[in-house]
């Protein structure tokens, strides 16, 4: 008996570790954004709120999947999700090779829509997994702890991303110098570095899913007592579960803000170059890094929503000093947002599926659905930006989303069923 026990720690250990590794891969993929926009950008001349289209082009995919990931979770299992998930963001990483060839934006939007179709599929077998491999007493720290490799690939993707993409580039002194048909080849040229770092990528990704098909993983009991809900629009009678669909709407709509636009933002408005940028995107990762492992230590003390409902509090005040700052300042009120937002995800996630019973399911795939906040709030953001010529004031969008988080970790968390 003991040795079975053993046995089945060793699975759960092993399978733990393998999927938080896909938390860091997604992670990645994510934090190569900041980069893709500004590089994007410049390569086709385009202004602020045609580069957030490629925020809407990653995140509308998790609103158009996320129902669609939970029945391939239900039918074949978690492993097979994860295995799905894998391929669909290795044939997107290398659509990046045909889209950098064509020179067609339409084509790297479409190569980023199928990374997110297969990041939606990930994140949806991957969490709820994460969380069911050990002590459910533990569920929310194991889940807090795998979530913070997204904050280690936070930190590094924008300085390697920086590295291999955003140097490959001419000068604007060297481009107005150049004739029209020279500079369209050097601009061409530019967008192709995107080929190898993607190329790379894709064959990792597929690399690992080979490792998943290889790899028993340990099966999850479910209570044969329970019942999911058929009618998706049940589990909205929940009022926590409707404040939380609504919260992580604006947080995730806030996070794609101000990690995305951040190089565009510090090259405005604390006048640094690029790759300097970068680097204090990959310092905003460090800080998003720490504060998820402070918070999980800290809520032993302090009870989640209100942790939460602090941090949104701090997010809303730094996001005033974002606007109406200047110089390096501007860029460490940014960091202070990304040390505080670091929480606001597994929290709010953890909160709005409290007590579901039957609508767990339906539950958790409507808060998953709720990330298309990252395709739609960035929009605006950059909507914003450009009319008023300022993109400092786009921050108006994060001060309202963290607004909003504030009322959900004071008074919106608070189970209540019709």
Known sequence: MTTNKTNAQQSYVFAFILVTCLFFLWGFAHNLDPILIPHLKRSFTLTTTQSTLIDSAVFIAYFIMALPAGFIMKRFGYKAGIIVGLLLFAVGSFLFLP???????????????IIACGLTILETAANPYAAALGNPDTATQRL???QSFNGLAAALAPVIGARIILTKGHTDVELQAMTEAA????????AASVKMPYLILGTVLVLVAVLFAFTRLPQLNTDPAHTPSKNILHAL????????????FFYVGAQVSVFSLFILYAEKSAGLSQVT??????????????????????MKYIK?????ATYALASVVL???AMLGSGMLTVYAVIGICFFMSVMFPTIFSLGIQDLKADTEFGSSLIIMSIVGGAVLPRVFGLISDWFNNIQLGYIVPLICFVVVFFFGWKGYKVKSA
């Open 144 to 146: 807090n702890f795998a």
């Open 183 to 190: 500079r369209t080849m050097a601009l061409a040229s530019e």
């Open 304 to 308: 989640p929503p209100h942790l939460l």
């Open 237 to 248: 009678k929940h009022r926590h579960l409707s404040w939380a669909v609504a919260a992580q």
């Open 277 to 298: 940028a970068a680097d204090y995107l990959g310092i905003c990762g460090i800080a998003f890094l720490i504060g998820r492992f402070l918070g999980t230590f800290l």
């Open 99 to 113: 889209a950098a060839d064509f020179q067609s934006y339409n084509y790297f939007l479409f190569a980023l829509f």
């Open 319 to 321: 996001s005033i000093v």
